[in-house]
């Protein structure tokens, strides 16, 4: 059985829109943690914003870097109710979001592993499908933009089971669902 695995970039106030503001803060130590994720997953799980972000410029850089190699070719599922077709080694999710991701869970490898794709996240959150959420905290007050979870969400409780911290002043908080009593 598939584990979902969501890295999130977020800033100090929760902000995770638009994450231009992390790239300061962009180093060797980053790009190292972040090769071991997607090294440890066998799809990315992205929702249709994020994937069009990505698809728009992942494919035309140089592979001769391991991490970009290794993103163009993994498979991706893309979790859109406005796109007809996906390029980039995609496929969209057909019907039920939920459904399709729990049976995405159930075949046995590696981790789905999600970036970004805010709204994708909230979903799989209020229906108990993310297994880990890796919260990478940079040390900046945006001010403005999209929250990780929406006015609305579902209440839920999670337990610390890491954290990693980088020398830019970054750290992931890595959540898992806490078990009930």
């Known amino acids: 059985m598939s584990k979902v695995v969501v890295v999130m970039y977020v800033s100090m106030d ?3 829109e638009g994450p ?10 980053h790009a190292k943690y972040q090769h071991g994720q997607l090294i ?12 069009e972000e990505f698809v728009a410029s992942w494919p035309m850089r140089d ?19 406005t796109l007809d077709k996906a390029e980039w080694n995609s496929v969209i999710l057909e019907g039920d ?11 046995p490898g590696e981790d789905l592993l999600v970036y970004g794709s805010v709204t994708l996240v ?3 959150v209020a229906n108990g499908l993310v297994d880990e959420l890796k919260l990478f905290v940079h040390p900046v007050v945006v ?12 209440g839920t409780t999670w337990t610390l089971a ?11 908080l890595d959540y898992r669902p806490a078990k009930a009593p």
């Open 97 to 107: 979001v939920v459904e399709q991701v729990a049976l995405l869970k159930s075949e």
């Open 14 to 16: 929760g902000v995770v």
């Open 40 to 51: 440890a997953s066998r799809a990315l799980l992205l929702g249709r914003v994020t994937y």
């Open 122 to 124: 909230d979903h799989l």
């Open 20 to 29: 231009s503001w992390t790239s300061s803060f962009w180093n060797a130590e």
């Open 63 to 81: 592979e001769s870097d391991a991490f970009t190699a290794r993103m163009n070719r993994i498979p991706k599922y893309v979790a859109t109710t």
């Open 143 to 154: 001010g403005t933009g999209r929250r990780l979870f929406c006015d609305g969400a579902v």
């Open 162 to 172: 890491g954290t990693a911290a980088f020398s830019s002043g970054a750290v992931v």
